[in-house]
């Protein structure tokens, strides 16, 4: 994060389906790491991370094991 963003993190299925929004809160400059225990929560397998802070969007993907 290079300057004070809004910082939102939401999970999906590969299908696209919306499952959990995981972070929104507004985020300093800096390099931050979360921890998130999904495998109560979620079947094994692949999913997708879209991360959005500011302007900028990414997209991940994940292995829940």
Do not use: W
Not at 44 to 57: A, F, P
């Amino acid at each position: 994060v290079n300057e004070q963003s809004d910082l939102k993190i939401e999970m999906y299925s590969l299908e696209g389906k919306f499952q959990e929004l995981l972070i929104i809160k507004s985020e300093t400059p800096g390099q931050h790491s979360y921890t998130f225990d999904m495998n109560k929560r979620y079947a094994s397998g692949l999913y997708m991370l879209r991360i959005e802070c500011g302007h900028k969007v990414a997209v991940k993907k994940i292995f829940v094991q």
